[in-house]
């Protein structure tokens, strides 16, 4: 099976240090998502990509976030300067709308997350 | 801002017995969308209910879908204790281009 792979899994630094997490999407796929997930805040999108151009990332923090896909088989989200507040789980979704024409709205296919831990 | 809520928030059954749990949402949808959650790991969609439908069903799963009440709900019949698991709804609106908007999700433990 097609899957969405992330990496790290599992990333533990100290406050200031910079933060690149990684997202291979599934092959084929148009669009890429970033998900933060908290306890309190649940699933929190943060940014949206189609056909590798960036179409919504109002729920990123600007000044220390930042999300890029230098090619289709690579999403990269970054933190820098990284905060504690930022500890979560980052989950990388993809998905395939059809082009020119039919229903955009179709099931993401979730990466197993990076866990996220700043000191 | 649109966003689903499910309720109730955790659930404890027996293996066998069947668990139903329910989404609100606030606006129009294009359509709903069930995931579930494994401990560690991301989230797996489940099932897809548009909103000209009313029930759908995939193997154990049965989602009914509400738009008057702007309501759904997620029943797993026979509950086996691979279903523990978080389950979420999300809604997807119209002109929404694909985003989701998660509930908090349901904490569901099938105990053998």
């Known amino acids: 099976d097609a899957r969405v792979t992330q990496t790290p899994r599992h990333k533990v630094t100290e406050m200031g240090q910079e933060v690149t997490m990684r997202c291979q999407p599934i092959?084929?796929?148009?669009?890429v998502f970033w998900y933060r997930q908290t306890m309190m805040q649940g699933l929190e999108l943060l940014a949206y990509?189609?056909?590798?151009?960036?179409?919504?990332d109002s729920g990123m923090p600007k000044d220390r976030f930042s999300a890029e896909m230098p090619d289709a088989t690579l999403a990269t989200l970054k933190i820098q300067p990284s905060e504690p507040r930022d500890s979560a789980v980052y989950f990388c979704?993809?998905?395939?709308?059809?082009?020119?024409?039919?229903?955009?709205?179709?099931?993401?296919?979730f990466g197993d997350g990076t866990r996220l831990s700043i000191l | 801002s649109q966003q689903g809520e499910e309720d109730p928030q955790a659930l404890s059954i027996q293996e066998g017995e069947n668990a139903t749990m329910n989404c609100s949402y606030k606006?129009?949808?294009?359509?709903l969308q069930w995931y579930r959650q494994n401990s560690g790991r991301g989230l797996v969609h489940l099932i897809l209910?548009?909103?000209?439908?009313r029930e759908k069903h995939s193997g154990r799963l049965r989602v009914t879908l509400d738009t008057s009440k702007k309501s759904s709900s997620l029943l797993i019949t026979a509950s086996r204790a691979a279903d523990t698991a978080s389950y979420f709804c999300?809604?997807?609106?119209?002109?929404?281009?694909?985003?989701?908007?998660f509930g908090k999700g349901n904490q569901v433990v099938v105990i053998p």
């Open positions: 979704a993809s998905g395939l709308v059809p082009v020119p024409e039919g229903d955009p709205n179709q099931p993401q296919h």
């Open positions: 092959l084929g796929h148009n669009t």
């Open positions: 990509f189609r056909n590798r151009a960036p179409l919504d």
């Open positions: 606006t129009s949808i294009n359509n």
């Open positions: 209910i548009r909103s000209n439908e």
């Open positions: 999300a809604t997807a609106r119209i002109y929404g281009n694909n985003r989701l908007a």
